[in-house]
């Protein structure tokens, strides 16, 4: 009895690595919800179709529901079998077109962090008033003495500065054991951002328009030699650009008590394609490329900023970076980047893939 069900076990392991496929798995339920409704109409649990058109057409439904389920198991296991002997076969660019096939590019987006300076004395008008919010967000606080240890009243606090648009993001406790604010997060909706016009037209330029050009070369170019696409005298395999205007729902920022510096954290921002080939159809084709890094490529310039902002821009610093590809996010380590010194301002950053993307 022992030895049979040894049997019985090594005879699952060999075929479970096939029921995972999602094929199959679909065949089984399939199969199982027609062998249910079966068993139950054997069993006269429910109720019978009098009329004979509906005695026919529940014969087909379950005579044909059992074929497709049994269709939909078999394929998954011969889909999962091809698979396994690719992987065991000396055939490598076999493999690799299979995997380009099977995981097409897709819902492309980019995450990103940036810290943008505001101590320059052209920004003065909108740090002043952004700095009078936070320290009113901070009287709250103070005069609320809230109790560093209590956590419902933590999160109930959080309503002393709703109207401001901002949330407590980190406070220490002070000497009293009460809450401190230390940073603030503000929310896309915050009164306390930028204006469009007037005094801080420059400082809503430089916060609410940033964008990220990324170009993509599967055979590596002379980093020199990058341009902005269509400039590039090299056609790029691949190269994207985020939406001009941020989704006010994919952002948020970070302001640092003591700083005069914002942080804009952005979350899947939609890309629209500036180039594209076929050297590039699926995440495998990433592998070892090399990315071009571009932030502020294209920012919009008020003439009456021109000379300032192309100043202000050289400061602004890319501190996280994520690619969405078919809802993986691949994480570029910002600090295995180099910058390249060209011509372009400010300049992009070059980085490479990792060789393995699994």
């Not at 479970?16 to 109409?41: E, I, N």
């Not at 492309?108 to 002043?128: G, R």
């Not at 406790?173 to 401190?180: A, I, S, T």
Request: aromatic share 8%; hydrophobic share 40%; proline share 8%.
């Amino acid at each position: 009895m022992l030895l049979y069900s040894q049997q019985v076990d090594a005879g699952f392991a060999r075929i479970a690595p096939f029921l995972t496929h999602p094929l199959v798995l679909c065949g089984f339920t399939v199969m199982l919800f027609y062998g249910v409704l079966k068993a139950l109409l054997g069993a006269r649990i429910l109720r019978p179709i009098g009329e004979k058109s509906g005695a026919i057409i529940l014969r087909l439904l379950l005579k044909y529901g059992f074929i497709v389920a049994v269709l939909i198991i078999l394929l998954g296991f011969g889909l999962e079998g091809y698979r396994t002997w690719l992987k065991s076969s000396d055939h490598p660019e076999v493999i690799r077109q299979i995997a380009r096939t099977l995981n097409p590019i897709r819902d492309v987006s980019l995450s990103f962090e940036m810290d943008i300076p505001l101590d320059d004395p052209s920004l003065k008008t909108y740090l002043a008033r952004l700095d009078d919010g936070i320290k009113r967000a901070q009287g709250r606080y103070a005069i609320a003495k809230v109790s560093d240890n209590d956590g419902p009243a933590v999160a109930k606090s959080l309503e002393l500065t709703k109207d401001l648009g901002i949330s407590l993001k980190h406070g220490d406790p002070d000497k009293e054991g009460f809450l401190r604010p230390i940073d603030f997060n503000l929310s896309p909706e915050s009164p306390l951002l930028p204006k469009k016009t007037g005094d801080e037209a420059l400082a809503y330029m430089l916060v609410m328009r940033q964008m990220i050009i990324l170009t993509v070369y599967t055979k590596p170019i002379d980093p020199q030699t990058y341009a902005v696409p269509p400039l590039s005298p090299t056609p790029p395999d691949w190269s994207f650009e985020t939406s001009r205007s941020l989704n006010p729902k994919a952002i948020h920022f970070e302001y640092p008590n003591g700083r005069s510096t914002i942080r804009l954290v952005a979350e899947d921002i939609p890309v629209e394609e500036l180039a594209h080939t076929d050297n590039v159809v699926s995440i495998s084709d990433l592998a070892g490329a090399q990315v071009f890094i571009h932030p502020n490529a294209h920012l919009d310039v008020d003439m009456r900023f021109q000379s300032i902002l192309e100043t202000l821009k050289m400061r602004i610093r890319l501190v996280k970076l994520s690619i969405g590809v078919n809802r993986i996010k691949m994480d570029l380590d910002l600090n295995k980047a180099t910058s390249v010194s060209n011509n372009l301002e400010p300049p992009p950053l070059v980085y490479s893939m990792p060789t393995n993307l699994e």
